[in-house]
């Protein structure tokens, strides 16, 4: 498959063949969903807590005599029942992480890659120079790409300092080093703007 190269000023300036073992298998929508439950579920704190009957402070002496009051029994003012008593069955910290086998993560980044060659949503790019730490700069190379409405996913190769701190107050652009690109990342963007080392590096990478 081949795709356009673009210079920073948004002129075609040659073409640029595409993988087939990256971006020319049959997209599986299966794989990429596990993948995306294992990505989000490895994200969570799970650091929410609650405090049970046996942890709240106090509660030690019998509230009122059992007979005669009229009221129901009571043994502690902790009770699940009061005001300020503990909770039932509630959140305690846990680990939601669980392992996600490395063919199957390569499969559904292939397919995430594959998905997006097929729907158009890859354009790559000679180079993107920032001579300094610019957000307007970077927002005129994305509308001169015609990319200015899209979710875009920047993939370069190395560090872009520069470009990384560019990118950072840009709703809808993100930034990330080629080879440390996820599926999860790809499938959110809708175009992957690849620069040519950028995507010379994934291949090499990931191939």
Known sequence: ????????????????????????????????????????????????????????????????RQKGTGRARAGTMRSPLRKGGGIVFGPSPRSYRSDFPKKMKRAAFVSALSDKARSEGVVVVDKLDMPEIKTKQLSGVIDKLGLQNKKCLILDEGENRNLFLSVRNMRKVKYSRAPLANTYDIIDAQVLLFTKAGLEKVEEVFA
């Open 1 to 64: 498959m081949e795709v356009k190269l673009y210079n920073q000023e948004g002129a075609e300036i040659g073409k640029v063949t595409l993988k087939d073992s990256l971006f020319g298998a049959e997209p599986n929508p299966t794989i990429v969903h596990q993948y995306v439950v294992n990505y989000l579920a490895n994200r969570r704190q799970g650091t929410s807590s609650s405090k049970g009957r046996s942890d709240v402070s106090g509660g030690g002496a019998k509230p009122y």
